[in-house]
């Protein structure tokens, strides 16, 4: 709950200003695929690496994950710590210096920001790809650019939950709430378990500005959810346009895009895979 007195606004712009810095490393290997229309000419498989965001987990991308395993491609989904954008990046950074081979780099909603900035200084990775998903440019935040373009029902829908020591706020979206702001287009049994098993964001890490975009030296595409009530439509295409993203928009899906129509986004990966190799 937001401490009495003080309005989730209130609490939303304090962060904004305050933003915040951690620092993080690790490395991982991807889930070995079998041989498929993954390879490239010289007999390496692209790996797909999957980075979900706020009030998800890796589980959103069973799916995707499922058909890209059946392409042929290696694929790994982390899990995103979802604290700030430069310790997020690094975590996610240090599991990309561990693989071989070439890379496309899958970032949903808030995980958008966090390859955006982990990509950078990563030979290996060949392309972006970004599902309804924040492609931030340097110094902006995912608060700030939410806020850029009206629709969002994201931010009335938002429970805070103060650390113990008063530096920062975990957001995690009201279950009453969740089905209608985050995922209108999922069966209500599915949503309501996505609800309780939501992981919480650093409300500080959503106000913390990003580095030097990994778009502007990157190729980059985007899936557009046509009727995202978390991250505008409008604010979508405009990311895109701004990165030179190819872009396809599918109409009628929610922000979980990845989850209700699969399809279309491993149409958007497979086809940078193929720009690239």
């Known amino acids: 709950m937001i401490p009495e007195g003080r309005s989730r606004r209130g609490v939303l712009g304090g962060l904004i200003a305050a933003g915040g810095a951690l ?5 991982a290997t991807p889930a070995a695929a079998g041989t498929g229309a993954g390879a490239d000419r010289s007999g390496a498989k692209a790996t797909v690496v999957l980075v979900h965001g706020v009030f998800a987990d ?9 058909r890209l395993l059946k392409a042929g491609h290696q694929v790994l989904a982390p899990a995103n710590p979802l604290r700030d954008p430069a310790g997020d990046a690094a975590y996610l950074s240090g599991i990309l210096a ?14 958008g920001e966090v390859i955006t900035n982990a990509a950078r200084g990563h030979a290996h990775v060949k392309a972006l790809v970004y599902v309804a998903a924040f492609a931030p440019d340097e110094g902006e935040s995912a608060l700030q650019l939410a806020r850029k373009f009206p629709g969002s029902r994201l931010e009335d829908a938002l429970v805070l939950r103060p650390l113990p020591d008063g530096s920062d706020a975990e957001g995690s979206i009201d279950p009453a709430k ?3 702001v985050f995922a209108q287009d999922l069966p209500r049994a599915s949503t309501g378990v996505m609800a309780v098993s939501q992981r919480p964001g650093s409300v500080g890490g959503l106000a913390g500005p990003s580095g030097v975009p ?3 030296s990157l190729p980059s595409w985007y899936v557009v959810a046509g009727a995202d009530r ?5 604010l979508q295409r405009f990311m895109a346009g701004r990165a030179g993203s190819r872009t396809v928009e599918v109409k009628g899906a929610s922000h979980v895009v990845m989850m209700s ?6 149409r958007q990966i497979e086809a940078a895979y193929r720009a690239t190799r």
């Open 23 to 27: 620092t993080l490393g690790a490395a």
């Open 58 to 66: 890796a589980s959103g991308w069973n799916a995707v994950t499922a």
């Open 98 to 111: 561990g693989l071989s081979g070439p890379v496309i780099l899958v970032g949903h909603s808030y995980g």
């Open 178 to 180: 969740f089905h209608d």
């Open 214 to 216: 990994a778009w502007r």
């Open 230 to 234: 978390v991250i505008p439509p409008a």
């Open 261 to 266: 129509r699969p399809d279309a986004v491993v």
